[in-house]
């Protein structure tokens, strides 16, 4: 690889190893258009380019789009029927939710040239029979490629005959009640926890609601940052009044749930915003933001993720501005919320998660 920048992990090692096996069995893909999905590292992009590929790119992550656009170029960020007709191959690293390898899957058997095959790669540990299933849902010819680099890759081919525009279960629907409010949450395959309520941020909603409103007065601006499927954005949007309130997230597919959940529960004026972070957003420009921060990258656990969201709440909040905050109790930000935004209170508790107020000194 002539770009140090991206190293490819043994996911892609796995991939690139893969397909080069199915270029040497099958010549003719090498000049038919292939398609890479949510690239992780950059790699897989960047070995696409040098082989001189016709390769179409989709990145559902904003910040990984910026990183990787020497390669790239500009993304799409959502997969639709253009960037798939024609495609031949497709590579794509296996996400999280068994939802996302449902709407890709769909997708591609519907969209794609009826010759695709989809390789789908992960490491072996994460791998599970659910998933076999889930391709063989749309895919007559489902297996699994020999593994390397403790990784592996389903192999789908052979699209059956499919009906609608749409996955037939996507997006995800669910009727949830916090506190006094009933709403509908929306959500698309990628998004982090599906639609369902996460018992964090019910936790931290139901603190909101039962004091902590104040904090977002007529002529303000609050975000809902990592706004995933839309259910704190739903709720402020429901309980404030006069507040303009953003919705962001790095993931385009949480911001469509958001989209979806905004509309199901018909509420307008909610600026929705596909970025990394807080990027668009000025130093000192924001009254309040509500966040219930992530802490898996991947299949990895970890709190990268949330020190960065804590540093840009801390940038773009305004003097005496809150940071509303809700995480596992095993995660032990409080010190990171004192040094990264300003003074923080417990202000809710229960088993599993805790409630933070900091305020921006």
């Not at 990984?64 to 590579?91: F, I, R």
Request: aromatic share 6%; with cysteine; hydrophobic share 45%.
């Amino acid at each position: 690889m002539s770009d140090e920048r991206f190293a490819p992990d043994n996911v892609d090692r796995m991939l690139l190893r893969v397909l080069e096996e199915t270029f040497a069995k099958e010549p003719w893909r090498k000049h038919a258009p292939v398609v890479v999905i949510n690239d992780a590292t950059g790699a897989l992009s960047s070995w696409a380019v040098e082989h001189d590929l016709d390769v179409r790119f989709v990145q559902d992550s904003a910040a990984l789009s910026t990183v990787q656009a020497p390669v790239t170029g500009p993304v799409v960020h959502l997969p639709t029927e253009d960037v798939l007709k024609d495609v031949a191959t497709v590579l794509y690293r296996l996400a999280r939710p068994l939802e996302a390898l449902e709407e890709l899957a769909w997708q591609v058997a519907a969209w794609a040239d009826p010759q695709v095959l989809l390789l789908a790669g992960q490491l072996q540990r994460h791998l599970n029979f659910s998933m076999n299933t889930v391709l063989a849902n749309v895919f007559t010819d489902v297996s699994a490629s020999r593994g390397y680099y403790k990784a592996r890759a389903l192999r789908a081919a052979s699209p059956k005959a499919l009906t609608g525009h749409a996955p037939p279960r996507i997006p995800r629907k669910n009727s949830v009640t916090v506190g006094s409010e009933s709403l509908e949450l929306r959500a698309y395959g990628l998004t982090f926890g599906a639609a369902k309520l996460d018992p964090g941020t019910r936790l931290l909603l139901e603190a909101l609601t039962m004091g902590g409103l104040d904090s977002f007065v007529p002529g303000s601006t609050a975000v809902d940052l990592g706004c995933g499927n839309g259910t704190i954005a739903a709720v402020l949007a429901k309980t404030t009044q006069s507040v303009a309130i953003i919705a962001s997230d790095d993931s385009a597919s949480a911001v469509r749930s958001t989209e979806a959940t905004l509309a199901a529960n018909n509420l307008g004026g909610v600026e929705l915003m596909h970025q990394s972070g807080l990027g668009t957003l000025e130093d000192a420009s924001v009254n309040t933001i509500v966040l219930n921060p992530p802490f898996h990258k991947g299949t990895e656990i970890t709190g990268d993720i949330a020190h960065f969201l804590f540093a840009e709440a801390g940038r773009v909040l305004k003097p005496h501005g809150i940071l509303w905050t809700v995480f596992n109790v095993s995660r032990r930000y409080q010190k990171a919320l004192v040094k990264l935004v300003g003074p923080t209170e417990q202000i809710a508790r229960d088993s599993r998660f805790i409630v933070t107020r900091s305020q921006k000194a």
